[in-house]
């Protein structure tokens, strides 16, 4: 039988202190098990007899994950409640990621993979939805502190990825099996904060519902396009560009702290843009330069990749604000709380859904042309369309209007 609110056991207050711990180390540990693959992606799909399509393969995982396993957070956080649901996952992360290493073939790698990214597939929605529900007048610190933390751990993943792995052939193993052993961190954290916040169920939905498919509202669409462009070149980031680096005369371990580089630039993008979405002027022209950016850094990395990496990384990076950007302005272009969760519904899965075509399609083009050149062409031309997707998500439209109109 389902818990009323009139029989549920009261929940404590969560402190200052343990509320920080647990945005901190759930934060933390959302991305790295997925940004440690692709420096050393060659040596795990060599160990394995694979090619350019199965690094392709496992670079669009997480957002296929992130898309599809997003689907489940809901459902299940209201069997297990919120902070059940994430504790409950990220024990299925631990052991996906203690196994992955030692998987005696390829496919047994991709599925210890996913439950690896079972994890972050979840926190992705629940982790914003437990700091609104828990962290009361506290709840603008923990977001700002969560967004900062989840680009740290992309980064961290990825610059660390190749230096514990070392010169050891089976090196890559250790790489990748340390994120297993550091997630047992947030589980006990999350151990300890379920046994103060209980079953806590997220609150009900609001009676009634605005009519209308979101598919009517422009700005719905722009901003779904918006995240699926952004989030298709980040993961073709993290798993492939280590390799083109490195074809380009880049050492490998170089080429890890540039791709950190690039993913370092989301804390700054997640301290600024929401300050910048709520009082800047002429946001649509801000927020379509991040893809010429974007275009910019492509084109940087074709026709002069070993004259300024850095430069071009550094681009990459301030490109990318059009993720933060993306998610701060679901709330800023809604208005109703029933609406804004239905965008973010259809966004996020959305989005992820289409990005993971972009690690595929740039395996592919890899696999047949043997060229580093056309996946980079083929990522400046999704830049483009960054431009003009960003440009109509920036419009100071809403998209109750839209709906209603």
Known sequence: MTTTPAHRPRARRLGMLLAVLAVLTVGVNLRPGATSVGPVMEDVVGAYGQGAVAS??????????????????????????????????????????????SAESFVLFVVLSVLGLLGPALGNVLVPAWIKQHGKGRTVGLMTLYSVVLALGGSVGSATAVPLAGAAADGWQDALR?????????????????????????????????????????????????????????????????????????????????VAVIAGWGLVGGLVMPTVIARAPGLPWIVSSFGVLTVIGYT??????????????????????????????????????????????????????????GPITAGALLGATGSPDAVLWFLAGTGALLTVAGFRAGLPRLVDHELSS
């Open 300 to 357: 940087g990395l074709l026709l002069a990749p070993s004259v300024s990496p850095l430069l071009w990384a550094c681009v990459l990076g301030v490109g990318g604000f059009a993720f933060p950007t993306a998610i701060a302005l679901l709330p800023a272009r809604t208005r109703s709380p029933l609406v804004t969760a239905r965008l973010s519904g259809m966004v996020q899965p959305i989005g992820y859904l289409l990005a993971a075509l």
């Open 56 to 101: 392709g393969l496992l670079t669009a995982l997480p957002p296929l994950a992130f898309g599809a396993l997003g689907l489940l957070a809901v459902p299940l956080s209201r069997r297990l409640g919120l902070t059940g649901a994430i504790v409950s996952s990220f024990v299925v992360v631990a052991v996906g990621l203690l196994l992955r290493p």
């Open 178 to 258: 340390i994120w297993g052993m550091v997630i047992a961190v947030p589980v006990v954290v999350w151990a300890v904060v379920l046994t103060r916040t209980g079953h806590d169920f997220p609150p009900a939905p609001p009676r009634g519902e605005i009519a209308g498919s979101l598919l009517r509202s422009p700005t719905a669409i722009a901003l779904t396009l918006m995240f699926a462009l952004q989030s298709l070149n980040a993961y073709t980031q993290f798993g492939m560009l280590p390799q083109i680096l490195t074809d380009a005369g880049i050492s490998p371990a170089r080429a890890g702290v540039l």
